[in-house]
């Protein structure tokens, strides 16, 4: 157990339809980060945030969208989906310390919420 | 994040050293090295990281050179465990806190052979 929870493990749903993917971070991991990988591309970043903000984009659809909330967790809503959208999902924390720290980007990853979009 | 090179796959017999290579010739003064690795389906998982120095911890040891243009992960015995995709990142430096998104490039994919 890394500490990071996603929920849920697996979700199947159909085309046109939204889902919402949740991360609790682990504890005291102030930055959480969203990745998608598809089974013929590697991981790909999609967004982070920050202590509640958004802190970096990566290659997020606009159907996509995210959000952390007070209390640290964060949920990843997808929505108009469609079979191209079928993959993993991964929530990563790290405590969010500054970039010139030792150990800034030591980043842990949850088990992932797998997405079959039909 | 600062380019970084590895051969597509190794193979590497059970019980034996794992040496795993990584070039990142444009690697800044202040910019660390990080290896992480995935199996099959799971979510990456962190091994170790460096800037100058050789570093070990319980998972595996790190060398990079002395012009730290490129860097050597080693799995001391490996285990058939062991078998996944490794990763090897060089961040770039951003000034506030948090660190961005790390951008996970296609790594090694380590066979360990019983």
């Known amino acids: 157990d890394s500490g990071v929870t996603q929920t849920p493990k697996h979700l199947i749903t159909a085309t046109g339809q939204r889902v919402t993917l949740r991360c609790s971070p682990r504890?005291?991991?102030?930055?959480v980060y969203w990745y998608q990988q598809s089974l013929d591309q590697g991981l790909q970043f999609l967004i982070q945030?920050?202590?509640?903000?958004?802190?970096a984009k990566g290659n997020i659809l606009e159907r996509f969208s995210a959000q952390q909330f007070p209390d640290l967790h964060s949920e990843l809503n997808l929505s108009s989906l469609e079979l191209g959208d079928s993959a993993l999902y991964f929530c990563?924390?790290?405590?969010?310390?500054?970039?010139?720290?030792?150990?800034?980007?030591?980043?842990?990853f949850g088990a992932g919420s797998r997405l079959t979009v039909l | 994040d600062a380019k970084t090179t590895q051969p597509t796959s190794m193979d590497c017999a059970e019980g034996r050293a794992a040496n795993l290579p990584c070039n990142h010739s444009t690697i800044s003064g202040n910019e660390y090295v990080y290896w992480y690795r995935q199996i099959h389906s799971q979510g990456p998982q962190y091994i170790i990281h460096?800037?100058?120095n050789n570093e070990t911890n319980e998972m595996a040891s790190l060398i990079i050179t002395e012009d730290r243009k490129s860097s050597t992960l080693i799995l001391p015995h490996a285990t058939l465990r062991d078998t996944a995709v490794y990763y090897c990142?060089?961040?770039?430096?951003?000034?506030?806190?948090?660190?961005?998104?790390?951008?996970f490039g296609k790594g090694t994919h380590l066979i360990i052979q019983p």
């Open positions: 504890s005291g991991d102030l930055s």
């Open positions: 460096g800037l100058k």
């Open positions: 990142i060089v961040p770039p430096l951003y000034s506030g806190g948090g660190a961005d998104g790390l951008t």
């Open positions: 945030y920050y202590n509640g903000e958004e802190r």
């Open positions: 990563a924390s790290s405590p969010g310390e500054g970039q010139l720290s030792s150990g800034a980007n030591v980043l842990t």
